[in-house]
Nanobody, 127 residues
Framework: QVQLVESGGGLVQAGGSLRLSCAAS????????MGWFRQAPGKEREFVAA????????YYADSVKGRFTISRDNAKNTVYLQMNSLKPEDTAVYYC????????????????????WGQGTQVTVSS
């Protein structure tokens, strides 16, 4: 069982930056690939970024590539999402998720692959 708690959301102007954190419970954090997803009002949840269990492989949605960076610190059981050059269309609730994937070199982008989810943190980008 893994519990995930996101933090770092808030209100920012377009062009600004935010750093989201996701703290995980449990002693097997390094066995999980981690992902970030988001859901805007009236829209389906969509993939944002993912990172393999080791941090050696990352994957991004085209809409955030070059602006967002996912990273993890297995010693702190935490995954991060650095968001730069934010746009109003980035406004959404952001969720982190954990996919039990020990040894898998590439992270998944499908939400159905992820076993555990946090409660989400709101990110609002004003124009």
């Amino acid at each position: 069982q893994v519990q995930l708690v996101e933090s770092g959301g808030g209100l920012v102007q377009a062009g600004g930056s935010l750093r989201l954190s996701c703290a995980a419970s449990g002693r097997t954090f390094s066995s999980y690939a981690m992902g970030w997803f988001r859901q805007a009002p009236g829209k389906e949840r969509e993939f944002v970024a993912a990172i393999s269990w080791s941090g050696g492989s990352t994957y991004y949605a085209d809409s955030v590539k070059g602006r967002f960076t996912i990273s993890r610190d297995n010693a702190k059981n935490t995954v991060y999402l650095q968001m730069n050059s934010l746009k109003p269309e980035d406004t959404a609730v952001y969720y982190c998720a954990a996919d039990f994937a020990p040894g898998r070199s590439e992270p998944n982008s499908g939400a159905y692959e992820y076993d555990y989810w946090g409660q989400g943190t709101q990110v609002t980008v004003s124009s």
